[in-house]
């Protein structure tokens, strides 16, 4: 039992470039999320989805786009990175009150 | 939307000594939850707690749902209690965990 598994684990994005990081999860839990973390400002919503097809804004989601085509999988898709998006980000998956995070993409944009 | 506060920002201890960290939230929630993110990044759930009191080895934590705060315990601290504690809350069951920006605890040796 895997749990939350993201990819890639490390990144270096030049300004301007594409990249998806993928988020899968083996618990057939419904609802999954996407955050970022920066520097003392905690960890805040990117987006997320209740359920497969269906996605939800965030508390920062400009720049960023998702896909849950399948209901094990949360695709968080950058179109043109900006160096604003470095950061380190989390993917997690919730049933009940019971939420498993990943280990994390750290993301540099240079 | 709903505020989470956590205090103190910082805490560097002695091994051995105790602490409580705590967190305050605008609003009611149904959802309350503590992390503890190693030094590695881990995110580790310590306690699922919207109210009263729970307790885990040296670890401890009390919600007061009516006065809107939440204490998390640490007694006899060890070095392997380092990283950063965060505070979580969900206001109902359909919307997102809302995090406090965490506090940072040092263990000395």
């Known amino acids: 039992n895997a749990g939350v598994t993201q990819t890639p684990k490390f990144r270096v994005l030049k300004t301007g470039q594409s990249m998806t990081l993928l988020c899968a999860q083996d618990?057939?839990?419904?609802?999954m999320y996407w955050y970022r973390q920066d520097p003392g400002m905690g960890l805040r919503l990117i987006h997320y989805s209740v359920g497969e097809g269906t996605t939800a804004k965030g508390e920062v989601p400009d720049g960023y786009n998702v896909s849950r085509l399948k209901k094990q999988n949360f695709l968080l898709g950058l179109e043109s990175a900006a160096p604003s998006q470095t950061s380190v980000y989390f993917c997690?998956?919730?049933?009940?009150?019971?939420?498993?995070f990943g280990s994390g993409t750290r993301l540099t944009v240079v | 939307g709903i505020q989470v506060e956590q205090s103190p920002p910082d805490l560097i201890l002695q091994e051995g000594a105790n602490s409580t960290l705590r967190c305050n939230f605008s609003?009611?929630?149904?959802?309350l939850q503590w992390f503890h993110q190693n030094p590695w990044g881990q995110l580790i759930n310590l306690f699922y707690i919207p109210s009263g009191t729970k307790q885990n080895g040296r670890l401890s934590a009390t919600t007061v749902a009516t006065e809107r705060y939440s204490l998390l315990y640490i007694s006899s601290s060890q070095t392997t209690d380092s990283g950063v504690y965060f505070c979580?809350?969900?206001?109902?069951?359909?919307?997102?965990?809302?995090f406090g920006k965490g506090t940072r605890l040092s263990v000395i040796a």
């Open positions: 997690a998956s919730k049933q009940n009150y019971g939420y498993t």
């Open positions: 609003d009611s929630v149904n959802n």
């Open positions: 979580a809350v969900e206001v109902s069951g359909n919307t997102p965990l809302v």
């Open positions: 618990m057939n839990h419904e609802y």
